[in-house]
């Protein structure tokens, strides 16, 4: 649920748009529900985030705002148990700050952009807390709010180059542009909180990660973001231009009973939200990720794929880590019945999607060999698991080390017992691992019987590699074993388990499979 006050000492800070007062937990200094662009209401929807006005006397930042409106189950899902819950409202642009002291200190500051498919999560939720990285690393940390779902991936018209709006006043990508005014804001305001604006680290997972990859190439950014935290990002996803993301966006007017940009303005967040479920079922394909709504590369706004990004320009030379869970698709795939019965020939012919025809039964073997007792349904899952996140990591990694930029690149191997097993080491596994908060996810089904010594030994490990990154740009720290970036000689990766080891070539199996020769690079899903 989200954070309410209960604070034993509160905390002012001045800035240019007004005074805020937080409050100090457990020895942190918060603030929350920070306003960082003005609410993307009314004739501003779907237009690039505007800059706030400000406000007049002192702004009471003890409690966290709505979070960005989304799809919601009472209850929450079986693997997560819930990835953002009410209150839900459009003027949601906002951010949370943690600090150990908002003062002149100038420390390491680290950004976190939540995941959530496109569709779900929010910067306030409690696994997301920057406190644990704000007391243990000395850093000042940050988590963002923004549009996502059809508020922020509907992609409503292009945009010129000097900014100006298409014919109906649509922006490209309002997600973005929120996160870029998130950005800006933490470069002109963090001082204040005690932190190093010339020392910021962006992070993110699964759709987050995205975002970081994207933020982290956009000429916006230019000298901005020192080093980037990849955790599982879906690079695997063919993502559309206009032209291709067109009749995605024409069958969700029709859903939502709008007949053009304007009339859709119009409509509630609630019904927007509600057509956003049709599209669900509209794009489902068998055997792919359900991705209804997606960024869009328009050459403006998003000017080429987010992977591809980091290899180009000044983005070639920030300090990457990069990283993937074992069993990646196991999230979306383990739990459900209709998947655990598919066939061999289900399985063949979805290979075939990607590798062709006259290889997919050796495909499938390769993949066979490497699970003895694999289900077609097991196959299935390392199949995606490779196409969406581990192999097209390993390709950036590789890319950047044959540049000679190489990447810390880490795998998560540690599976949870759940479920008799059937997750496995699965996407946003590491999460909790990775901020060392395990009280604040007791909701989530996925932790179940993970023994407290292994966890707790395994996210002190991560943990604190982390916070060594975005502090020096290097993961070591005295209690991992030795960590090489990644080259193209020894291909080195950490994996994350009860024993923690640095292995050369970890994904050699995977990478030497899915190598260019072999498959037709078909990832995505269409709208059928």
Not at 20 to 27: N, P, S
Not at 124 to 148: C, H, K, M, Q, W
Not at 234 to 250: H, I, W
Request: charged share 20%; net charge negative.
């Amino acid at each position: 649920m989200p954070h309410s006050p209960g604070q034993d000492q509160t905390t002012v800070v001045d800035l240019p748009a007004g005074r805020l007062r937080g409050a100090t937990e457990r020895g942190v200094a918060v603030f929350r529900a920070v306003p960082y662009a003005a609410p993307p209401v009314g004739d501003l929807r779907w237009r690039p985030a505007q800059p706030h006005a400000g406000w007049s006397g002192t702004r009471d930042a003890t409690a966290d705002g709505p979070s960005a409106p989304q799809m919601y189950v009472e209850g929450g899902d079986p693997v997560l148990g819930g990835h953002g819950s009410p209150p839900f409202d459009e003027d949601c642009l906002t951010l949370n700050v943690w600090t150990p002291a908002a003062d002149g200190a100038r420390r390491p500051v680290l950004v976190w952009i939540h995941g959530g498919g496109f569709v779900s999560g929010s910067g306030s939720l409690p696994g997301y807390s920057g406190e644990t990285f704000a007391r243990d690393g000395d850093l000042v940390v940050v988590s963002i709010n923004y549009r996502i779902g059809p508020l922020g991936y509907l992609y409503t018209g292009e945009q010129g180059e000097g900014g100006e709006q298409g014919e109906e006043g649509g922006g490209g990508n309002p997600w973005l542009s929120d996160q870029l005014a998130a950005l800006r804001w933490v470069k002109e305001n963090i001082a204040s909180f005690g932190g190093d604006p010339d020392l910021i680290t962006v992070a993110g997972q699964s759709g987050g990660a995205v975002s970081t990859a994207a933020l982290a190439g956009h000429p916006e950014t230019r000298g901005l973001i020192r080093r980037v935290i990849l955790q599982s990002p879906p690079f695997g996803l063919s993502l559309p231009d206009p032209a291709a993301y067109a009749e995605r966006t024409a069958a969700y007017l029709e859903l939502a009973g709008a007949k053009d940009l304007a009339e859709l303005r119009t409509l509630p967040w609630q019904q927007l939200i509600g057509a956003a479920g049709g599209l669900f079922a509209q794009t489902m394909r068998w055997g792919y990720w359900p991705t209804p709504f997606l960024p869009v590369v328009d050459g403006v706004t998003l000017r080429t794929h987010p992977a591809q990004a980091l290899l180009e320009g000044a983005a070639a030379g920030i300090d990457v880590m990069i990283g993937w869970t074992r069993e990646e698709a196991n999230f979306g795939f383990a739990l459900d019945e209709g998947y655990a019965a598919a066939t061999r020939e289900q399985v063949t012919d979805r290979i075939a999607e990607t590798f062709g025809g006259e290889a997919a039964a050796e495909v499938y073997a390769a993949y066979e060999r490497a699970r003895p007792g694999a289900r077609p349904a097991d196959v299935l899952m390392d199949l995606i698991t490779d196409e969406l996140f581990r192999v097209p990591a390993v390709r950036l990694a590789e890319a950047r080390a044959a540049a000679g930029h190489p990447v810390w690149a880490y795998q998560f191997d540690l599976p949870t017992p759940a479920y008799e097993g059937r997750l496995g080491a699965a996407h946003c596994l590491e999460l909790p691992f990775v901020f060392d908060n395990f009280d604040q996810w007791a909701h989530a089904p996925f932790l179940a019987g993970i023994a407290p010594a292994v966890r707790d030994g395994l996210a002190y490990a991560m943990h604190r590699a982390w916070i060594s990154f975005v502090r020096t740009g290097d993961p070591n720290h005295p209690d991992l074993p030795h960590w090489q970036p990644y080259d193209t000689g020894r291909r080195t990766t950490m994996r994350f388990d009860s024993v923690v080891t640095a292995l050369d070539d970890l994904a050699g199996a995977s990478r030497l499979l899915h190598g260019p020769a072999r498959t037709s690079g078909h990832t995505s899903a269409p709208l059928t």
